[in-house]
């Protein structure tokens, strides 16, 4: 099946630590999308990826760092300089081309700070 | 800088009715796409449908139409025959049409079905 995984489903982190989100497509897409939501707010963008190498800040990049060593996947590290790391996380993809360039979610991951 | 505004928190609708979300956005932009997606209480994002700012014609799949205002900036979601599967979180959303840009997301409606 063509489709979006994150992994794992649910993370627990201690403070200080550093944690990495995977987050992997099929779908031959080009971006790549990493969003947070937070209770009673939007998704806000934290990194994306326009093609493999390379990469943008989104408005809350702080303490998040991502890589893009493969067009398949785009993980995504919460350091321990985010101050506030608990949240829901997506992954997004799109193909790039204009005209069909809508973005596909994947079934995100639960981060906790214990 | 783009917005977008969800002013419904919340919004009930009595099964077999028909609802409409409400959506506002703003944007110097002249050519962009909107969309609506729903999170159910899975919390994967799901997209319900999509309209190209330069189209004229309302975007329509099966029970969902939209009401697409451009000079008004407006984008409502009808949902027809309102079914408990419905029942969701629905997120307003932009994206200008040059490149990969980001999608630009309201908070939110939380739509409630009644039996």
């Known amino acids: 099946d063509g489709g979006i995984t994150q992994s794992p489903k649910y993370l627990f982190r201690k403070e200080g630590q550093n944690v990495t989100l995977s987050c992997e497509q099929n779908?031959?897409?080009?971006?790549m999308y990493w969003y947070r939501q937070d209770p009673g707010q939007g998704l806000r963008l934290i990194y994306y990826?326009?093609?493999?190498?390379?990469?943008q800040k989104g408005d809350i990049a702080e303490g998040y760092s991502v890589s893009r060593e493969k067009k398949e996947s785009f993980p995504l590290t919460v350091t321990s300089a985010q101050k506030n790391p608990t949240a829901f996380y997506l992954c997004?993809?799109?193909?790039?081309?204009?005209?069909?360039?809508?973005?596909?979610f994947g079934p995100g991951t639960r981060l906790t700070v214990l | 800088a783009q917005t977008v505004t969800q002013s419904q928190p919340e919004m009930s609708v009595q099964e077999a009715e028909t609802v409409t979300l409400s959506c506002t956005y703003d944007?110097?932009?002249?050519?962009?796409?909107l969309f609506w997606y729903k999170q159910p209480p899975s919390r994967q994002m799901i997209l319900v449908i999509r309209?190209?700012?330069?189209?004229?014609q309302n975007a329509t799949e099966n029970r969902f139409s939209v009401n697409f205002q451009k000079a008004a900036k407006s984008f409502s979601l009808k949902i027809s025959d309102s079914q408990l599967g419905d029942a969701a979180m629905y997120f307003c959303?932009?994206?200008?049409?040059?490149?990969?840009?980001?999608?630009?997301f309201g908070t939110g409606t939380r739509l409630t079905i009644i039996p």
């Open positions: 959303a932009y994206r200008p049409n040059f490149g990969n840009e980001k999608l630009t």
């Open positions: 997004a993809s799109a193909s790039g081309r204009a005209s069909v360039d809508t973005q596909y």
């Open positions: 990826s326009q093609i493999v190498n390379d990469f």
């Open positions: 944007t110097s932009e002249s050519d962009y796409y």
């Open positions: 309209q190209e700012a330069y189209k004229q």
């Open positions: 779908l031959n897409h080009d971006a």
